[in-house]
């Protein structure tokens, strides 16, 4: 079954650029690769998914190389209010075929004034 | 419209009672999820619903964690013989479509589990 390795936590200041990788070997063939966030005592939210090369929305951009071993969430100019958790999902078909979706154990982003 | 919602927000147990938890889904949504998330951990998957039907009850701890789900909507996880190690907030998410990563999940606000 795939698993996903993310980074436990970063520090960042406001106005920077903030780049989140997750990998993730041996994700199902077809799906999306998706990427939500959390806030302390809420239930996640959904930011951004994509396939393959670069997906960009209002809020980030994510970038998923030709093999989809990995993907990297980016947030541009990031502001206090993006301190918060962000976790990746894939998903992968086990050995016994039943799917699975996986969630990362989350990264814990800190921004700094 | 209205999100997932679920009640009761806090529950405080004794230790080998039992326990629901409820959840409804956004109208409309198939897929239910339920998640479990220990103080300042990652989500746990607990299991899945498509309809009324669970195609993945892989993520139950025990078989103390049971769950169903009712006219494709209401959803109650209900832990028997509660442990202390089953405090957590335990958090119910709904999608339109089926679970795989493309398919956004909407989360309720969750249930914070004590068990004392």
Redesign the interface.
Known sequence: LAKTTQPISMDSYEGQEVNITCSHNNIATNDYITWYQQFPSQGPRFIIQGYKTKVTNEVASLFIPADRKSSTLSLPRVSLSDTAVYYCLVGDRGMDSNYQLIWGAGTKLIIKP | GAG?SQSPSNKVTEKGKDVELRCDPISGHTALYWYRQSLGQ??E?LI?FQGNSA??K?GLPSDRFSAERTGGSVSTLTIQRTQQEDSAVY?C?SSLES????A???????TRLTVT
């Open positions: 997932v990652g989500l998957f899945y195609p993945d892989s958090l998410a679970g795989t990563p493309e956004e999940q909407y989360f309720g606000p969750g």
